[in-house]
């Protein structure tokens, strides 16, 4: 099993399974004190994404569960090897340099970095790997407070794809560099 396939295992089952005798009748769990309103389970957005040549590379699909957003992608011709890939705060993305997509989608305001103590902000997203033939094929789980309805405020969001990888701590983008690959969240 490769590391992000454990990673992704358990991102997944970090919820705790109880066990319950069959004989004894199920528990009703406590009300909460304050119902909050869940996110939309189904609730789904798609990104195309295109190099700075205006070529399509790949696509992402964001899809809401009661747990959080699983994000799925493929990508083709990318440059090999390892690259940071963030939720950007908005949905514009003119190339060939894709600044239009603002900085990282952050409305906690927490510091850049899975590793800093300060982090993680929702845009954060674990590093891509492109194959020799810059294939990529992803799933990842995010928990941390992203839903789909949040990707679709006022000016939208972005995904990027960047021309290195992140480090998941230096602060505001990780140390992963310029932008190679861009795509607006779409409603699905």
């Known amino acids: 099993m490769t590391i992000r396939a454990l990673l992704t ?7 705790p399974v109880l066990a319950q005798d069959a004989a004894a009748p199920a528990a009703t769990p406590p009300a909460p004190a304050q119902a909050k309103s869940a996110p939309a389970k189904g609730e789904s957005a798609k990104a195309l994404v ?16 009661k747990h959080g957003v699983l994000i799925k992608g493929q990508f083709r011709d990318l440059p ?20 239009t997509a603002g900085a990282h989608f952050n409305p906690t305001k ?13 845009g954060d997203l674990p590093n891509l790997y492109a194959d020799k033939d810059g294939k990529v094929t992803f799933d ?7 839903t789909v309805k949040s990707l679709f405020d006022k000016d939208g969001s972005a995904v990027v794809v960047h021309v290195k990888e992140d480090d998941y701590h230096s602060d505001p983008t ?11 969240v779409e409603k699905q």
């Open 50 to 65: 295109k190099d700075a040549q205006g070529k399509e590379v790949g696509e992402v699909i964001f899809e809401q569960t």
């Open 140 to 146: 990842t789980f995010s928990q941390n407070g992203l």
């Open 80 to 99: 090999p090897g390892q690259h940071a890939f963030h939720i950007h705060e908005t949905g514009k993305c003119d190339a060939p340099d894709f600044k």
């Open 174 to 184: 990780g140390d992963a560099g310029g932008r190679i690959a861009c795509g607006v």
């Open 9 to 15: 295992a358990t991102v997944l089952t970090a919820t």
């Open 110 to 122: 927490k510091a850049h970095g899975i590793l800093s103590p300060k982090g993680k902000h929702v």
